[in-house]
């Protein structure tokens, strides 16, 4: 943590003349200290000397005669420097850490001035000596103290390493987080017992991470601590998709019109967490402004500048900050040293007039021998009972910060401790240097067990606990460990939560395991929808569209949508993939039972017609027409309505093979008998005149060899199309975007039009004939009905071509399928229907003088 002060101008100015002195001789190489010497208020003689730097006064000024005010006084400045004393003490008494070696000890008062840091380091470093003794060296010597406790802040912390790195002295800080003091670079004598801010930022943004806070406010001290953490919570923050909604800085010196613009930020925000990386006097004047303004309603996360201090939770009396959760530097007990410092009374026997004023301030009382004293004030004694008094002083929250201090002086001990104790070999002369070197190796484990080492940094293990602030019954905030973090271990296992611990007791605020409080820029996209940035605005702050047709989201804030398997299809919430519903021609729909009706029908009417003409099959309209070929035609005819149901249901391997293989053949056998008749008709025309014998030409041998020649290679066309590339059962994907459109692919177009076009020259060379035969003189002429079916089948084979083309899905196979239907049904009507007409109707007519009557020729 670290107190912020800002740099004054003569603060600069004062360095940079201790500087001066501290580098340049006179002509004589005699040293000499301008200004007044600086005398350490507690002190100590010993073999070796440590010295301590921290705050027992809030405030500084050069010249003590301009005080109208007696500066207040800072009871944790007493409770640093009681822990660094009992440090002292205890290895004193300790025959196994350095002994027959005492340890003595300056420590000064700071006041909270960086300016005055940085004088009483160069003050612990060069000594009070007025001038030094002329030597050939110019103004060389050991330092005064070998190591510095101190200070408690980052900013003084940086002067103090800056001035005195040159001379190598450790300074060993127990508060100063700031990432910036890694630097070995600019501080290479610095070392601390707190982790720095580095690990705690990044800790942070994990913490606010978890809970789902993607929209925060930030509040920072205006220092380095709160600068520099703030930016490396912000970086992090950054790559784990949080968005700062503000940031903004503040310091307990702002004008209140400063402060009450922060206040206006916050209550025009939309985010409802604050991280707040402060320290506990920046936060105090804050929570003074929120009880003002009874800010309730937001989640605070804090640094552990703040998050753990009970004078800090003891001001919140509105309870603005219920529930506030952060990082916590982890909880500390150190046998013996609670009871040490609460015992004052050997260091007021001694007179001093430092723990003089702070027993007068804690007791609001006076010494008979204090000027200032009058007699309306109760006499100090220096016996008073500190037990029972409830103050800061008295309140031990703050033991791991102590346990800070004590580690830090127990690292050099141990490392003078290993130095002294070095063979011969080694350098076991207290130089600065050395024992720089010697700390920054020193790994030991301290009388409670913990491990203290220093990393390459000079920093130890980053280690936390997650604190939450629970309020019980009387009011007084319960600071409950809800976690850890080790920056140690693996990034997924660093952050520890135990959810169960995070209660809520008196304010529907705190963190809840199932009501976590939300704070996002807008809602989240629900599953169905992807996020779309909004322009000008932070990543956190979107627009949820719709996923397309055929695409899913199936988690909340996804910025993609997934597209489904071509098999699948996005359901109307567009959160799932559903199977899409395949689509063919079946029986169950209408169109395939109206079709398969058809096709039955005809059947049924090609059989009826079949038994209509086998049993007449003696009387002249049977026999004139070539009964073999007539019943031949009918079997085809048969065929051809049938074969028009394999192209009804689900196609298969063996469907699509079969379908248009048999269709092909079927109807080759068909026209081919058509052709036969007609060849028929006009032969048996030509063995009418005189002379001529076309007859035996084409005898019924001639017409089964034409029938099956053309049938023939018809099967071969199809034999060829199944071998290279047959027909196969095809899902079409492209055709309807949420079904599956299962066809038959042709496989080889080539086979298949070349089925069709082999067709097509049967029926035109068919057409053809009988058109020429259409008005033969015979009574009945066969021809003329030839004619109007070949017609009727060429008109429905050119028309089907480009419907079959242009239709849909299964609407092309219930334009083939009515193809067939309807071209075998123009063949059986204007065939066979006449003369079943004549047959059952007009039997008069049924004659074979009828049938070889001749009259004038009939146009057509």
Known sequence: ?????????????LLQLFLVVSFSQDEKSVCRQ??????????????????????????????????????????????????????????????????????????????????????????????????????????????????????????????????????????????????????????????????????????????VRHFGWTWVGAIRTNDDYGNNGMATFTETAKHLGICLEYSVSVFRTDPPDKIQKIIDIIKASTSKVIVAFLNHMDMDVLIHELSKHNLTGYQWVGSEGWISDSQTAAMDRRHNLDGA??????????????????DMKPLISTGNELFTEFWETLFSCKFKQSKSSTGNQSKCTGYEDLIGVQNSFTDMSLMPVFYNIYKGVYAVAHALHNMLSCNETCNNKPDNVFILQHIRKIKFKTKEGDEVYFNEYGDPAAKYEIINWQPTENGIVDFVTVGFHDASLPADKQLNLQNKSITDKMNARMI????????????KCPPGTR?????????????????????????????????????????????????KE???????????????????????????VAFIFFRYRQTPIVRANNSELSFLLLFS?????????????????????????????????????????????????????????????????????SVLGFTLIQVVICILWLSISPPFPFKNFTQSKDKIILECALGSAVGFWAVLGYIGVLAILCFILAFLAR??????????????????????????IPAYVSSPGKFSVAVEIFAILASSFGLLICIFIPKCYVILVKPENNTKRNMMGKGAPKSF
Not at 132 to 159: D, N, R, Y
Not at 512 to 523: A, D, F, H, I, T
Not at 584 to 593: D, K, P, Q, R, W
Request: hydrophobic share 45%; net charge negative; proline share 5%.
């Open 1 to 13: 943590m670290t107190t912020i002060q800002r740099w004054p101008e003569q603060g600069w100015a």
């Open 34 to 207: 301008r200004g007044r010497p600086e005398n350490a208020p507690v002190f100590k003689d010993g073999d070796i000397m440590l010295g301590g730097i921290f705050a027992f006064h809030s405030s500084w000024k050069e010249n003590e005669d301009t005080y109208t005010h007696r500066p207040l006084l800072n009871f944790r400045g007493f409770q640093f420097a009681q822990a660094m004393l009992f440090a002292i003490e205890e290895i004193n008494n300790s025959t196994d850490l350095l002994p027959d070696i005492s340890l003595g000890y300056e420590i000064y008062d700071v006041c909270g001035s960086i300016a005055r840091g940085v004088r009483v380091a160069m003050a612990l470093a060069n000594g009070n000596e007025i001038a030094s003794a002329p030597t050939e060296a110019t103004c060389t010597k050991l330092s005064k103290v070998q190591a510095i406790m101190g200070e408690s802040s980052s900013s003084p912390s940086m002067a103090i390493a800056t001035i005195i790195g040159p001379f190598h002295i450790p300074l060993i800080s127990h508060f100063a987080t700031c990432a910036c003091l890694s630097d070995k670079t600019k501080y290479p004598s610095f070392l601390r017992t707190i982790p720095s801010d580095y690990y705690q930022s990044r800790a942070l943004a994990q913490l």
């Open 325 to 342: 959760i952060g990082l916590s530097i982890p909880k500390a007990q150190v046998s013996g040293m609670s009871e040490f410092m609460l």
């Open 512 to 523: 809840l395991l199932m009501q976590v409080p939300v704070s996002l820029c807008n809602e």
């Open 531 to 579: 996020k779309v940035l909004q322009k000008g605005t932070p990543i956190c702050c979107y627009d949820c569209l719709r996923c397309a047709e055929g695409e899913i989201s199936n988690v909340t804030d996804s910025i993609t949508c997934l597209r489904c398997d071509p098999e699948f299809w996005s359901n109307e919430r567009r959160d799932a993939c559903v199977k």
């Open 582 to 608: 395949e689509e063919f021609l079946s029986y169950e729909e209408i169109m395939g039972a109206l079709l398969t009706a058809a096709s039955l029908f005809g059947t049924c009417m090609t059989v009826v």
């Open 637 to 705: 005819l048969t065929l051809c309505f049938l074969c028009s149901l394999t192209f009804i249901s689900r196609p298969s391997e063996w469907s699509c093979m079969l379908r248009h293989t048999a269709f092909g053949i079927t109807f080759v056998l068909c026209i081919s008998c058509v052709l036969g008749k007609t060849i028929v008709v006009l032969m048996a025309f030509r063995a009418t005149l005189p002379g001529s014998n076309m007859m035996k030409w084409f005898g019924p041998a001639q017409q089964r060899l």
């Open 775 to 800: 008005k033969l003189p015979d009574n009945f002429n066969e021809a003329k009905f030839i004619t109007f079916s070949m017609l009727i089948f060429c008109a429905v084979w050119l028309t089907f």
